[in-house]
């Protein structure tokens, strides 16, 4: 640490919360060094090769390494099937596309997570079908809330499985941007087999955006039939420009890949354009990238716990997501966390944030993201409303000493604007 000067008080803390993150460190290194061994060995049974990074034009027909890249996410996800594509225009759009490829008219979705993450319900329609949601398809939704402590119903879904017809089942495995907390690997796997338990036919689906790489199996491994993820996120490493996957049963992967694409045509279409070699590079760097954005979140974590705030998860909570929310209790210091994150990206750190509207909320909101790829979130980045409880949703760091150095960045800005007194 020597191009920046930090507090002599706040290093102290700096090197308290190492100390703390220790048992934590290790158990994310020994998940980093199954995953990273796992995606090798898919890569080296299929025989990746210089060639397979070839850029496609047109319709794309016969992009072996565009195929080798679908075989290659099914095998390090656990699944039959998969697909993944630079043209997914985003998460949710990836989402959509597994959505719309599997339900049909009259088809119920039970979302089984409380209310599902803000562009999401847009897709389902909840509130008044707007134009292209599947509610204006006729589908239906229904959801079951999460118990009080943030966990999911079992015993509640399980009875409104058991009395209505559900094609879907739906499981957002990440927090997202609410004060819930993750769903672990083992609890989806309970949660799937409680499900298949009344309702064998239900397609269980899963929003793994933020989960991919923080446990050693994924959900299409422990019961999920299909799950989708963005590669702005976890699965692609901060090298994949843009994009998605969907992973799970070949049938219903199939289904996705017309919905993908067109009817009739499927997978067999869709130009890479040179793409390739970013997505091959960022699923290989995904392990190891998110293990540093979990570092920094548990660090991030006990650091902010012994400053006095509180958090969730804690540092020592197994976590199924990248994400770590700290309560910042006043405005000031919500404003003075992301001026100061800001401060030290590597890209953009002269910016200084300001809280503005956001279309879909009521309060305004300020956000840090001095990243690469624009919107990038496996990437160092903050997002906080302004109300209460005045909580920072950060996540991301591509590698931890720089995403520490911008989370001290951010503490030293509370101290210097006196909205933060060390003891
Ligand atoms: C990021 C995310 C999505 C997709 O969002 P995009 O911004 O469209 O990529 C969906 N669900 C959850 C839980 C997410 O975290």
Not at 124 to 137: C, K, M, R, T
Request: hydrophobic share 40%; aromatic share 8%; net charge negative.
């Amino acid at each position: 640490m020597n191009y920046f000067t930090f507090d002599e008080k706040l290093l102290k803390y700096d090197a308290y919360a190492i100390e703390r993150t220790k048992a934590a460190f290790r158990d994310i290194e020994d998940v980093e060094e199954y995953n990273q061994t796992k995606v090798l060995g898919a890569f080296i049974e299929e025989r990746v090769s210089e060639s397979d990074f070839l850029a496609s034009t047109g319709y794309g027909y016969d992009d072996a390494g565009r195929d080798k890249l679908d075989r290659i996410v099914a095998k390090v996800m656990g699944a039959e099937d998969a697909l993944i594509r630079h043209t997914f225009a985003s998460g949710t759009h990836t989402l959509s596309v597994a959505l719309f490829g599997v339900l049909r008219p009259k088809d119920k979705v039970l979302v089984v997570t409380g209310r599902p993450y803000d562009t999401i319900q847009g897709v389902f329609g909840i509130e008044n079908a707007p134009d292209g949601s599947l509610a204006d398809f006729g589908v239906e939704y229904d959801e079951v809330d999460l118990l009080p402590d943030g966990t999911v119903d079992i015993n509640a879904v399980k009875s409104r499985l058991s009395w209505g017809e559900y094609k879907m089942a739906y499981i957002q495995r990440s927090r997202g941007y609410s004060l819930r907390k993750s769903l672990t690997i083992e609890e989806i796997k309970e949660l799937c087999s409680a499900i298949k338990e009344v309702s064998p036919s239900t397609v269980i689906m899963v929003d793994n955006c933020y989960g991919e790489f923080t446990d050693k199996t994924e959900p299409t491994a422990v019961g999920a039939d299909l799950m989708a993820g963005s590669l702005i996120k976890n699965p692609g490493g901060g090298i994949a420009p843009c994009g998605g996957y969907i992973a799970g049963k070949k049938r219903l992967v199939e289904k996705c890949s017309y919905r993908m694409t067109c009817a009739g045509v499927g997978r067999e279409v869709g130009a890479t354009l040179g793409h390739n070699r970013e997505l091959y590079m960022g699923l290989f760097a995904a392990p190891r990238v998110t293990a540093a954005a979990l570092k920094n979140a548990v660090y991030s974590s006990a650091l902010f716990e012994l400053l006095g705030f509180e958090t969730t998860p804690k540092y020592n909570e197994k976590r199924g997501d990248i994400i770590q929310c700290v309560l910042l209790k006043n405005k000031e210091r919500l404003i003075d966390f992301c001026r100061g994150m800001q401060s030290g990206a590597p890209v953009d750190s002269f910016v200084i944030p300001e809280p503005a509207d956001m279309p879909g909320y009521d309060d305004k909101v300020i956000m840090a993201a001095g990243a690469f790829t624009l919107g990038s979130s496996i990437e160092l980045s903050a997002d906080a409303p302004l109300k209460e409880p005045y909580a920072v949703w950060m996540q991301g760091g591509l590698d931890f000493n720089s995403a520490k150095t911008g989370v001290l960045l951010a503490v030293s800005k509370m101290i210097k604007s006196g909205n933060l007194k060390l003891r």
